[in-house]
């Protein structure tokens, strides 16, 4: 898969199977990652990513990202009934510290195309119903939250394909369902997800 970084613009190769276990560690990146943090002395619970953006040209995208499971209101959340639409997923937890920093400028974008074609859920990989909430509220989040800590539903949805190996991590659908893009590491302002949510409606 040749897939283009929009910073380095540099051709990176081996977009294969990565964790499907971010709920089962309540970090993420795999063991690994979270290791070597610790050997260097860290004690953070995440690993953010460095904020780098991978693009998947639409000659590369192939199979679909499927899923179906429930938000965190009991409403049912299925890639089929979003076919059609640019989706944003958002993978997060509360007392992640990059998460909370980046929480406005995703609400931003999402308030921007409200009234368009483009759907954002945000997926808990660690809490439960109540701090999820209380973090929806200070931040004012206003797009549906799956609670994926206990099923992995959309994290295994992912498996196979660039998935979100880091905490916080942000991957776009195409009209189609499949991967777009993914912003790895918290988003920094609203220029890039604006463009990579902006790009995908055009193509539409």
Not at 28 to 44: E, F, I, M, P, R
Not at 76 to 91: I, M
């Amino acid at each position: 898969m040749n897939v283009r970084s929009i910073r380095s613009r540099l051709v990176m190769v081996g977009a294969t199977a990565l964790v499907t276990a971010i709920a089962l560690t309540g970090c993420s990146g795999g063991n690994d990652a979270l290791s070597k943090q610790y050997g260097n002395g860290t004690t953070q619970n995440y690993i953010s990513g460095d904020g780098a953006v991978t693009e998947v040209s639409a000659q590369d995208r192939k199979d679909t990202v499927d899923f179906s499971t429930k938000d965190s209101d009991g409403e049912r959340v299925s890639s089929k009934a979003l076919r059609g639409k640019v989706v944003v997923l958002n993978f997060w937890y509360a007392s992640c510290p990059p998460c909370r920093a980046e929480a406005k400028s995703l609400s931003k974008v999402q308030a921007k195309y409200a009234d368009q074609d483009v759907q954002f859920i945000g997926v808990n990989v660690r809490d439960q119903a109540a701090t999820a909430a209380a973090f929806e509220r200070t931040f004012k989040v206003d797009y549906p939250t799956v609670l994926d800590a206990d099923t992995g539903t959309m994290q295994l949805a992912l498996s196979g394909q660039i998935a979100p190996n880091a905490v916080p991590a942000t991957i776009v659908l195409d009209t189609k369902g499949r991967v777009a893009a993914r912003v790895l590491g918290a988003i920094d302002g609203t220029s890039i997800l604006d463009t990579l949510v902006s790009d995908e409606l055009k193509a539409s």
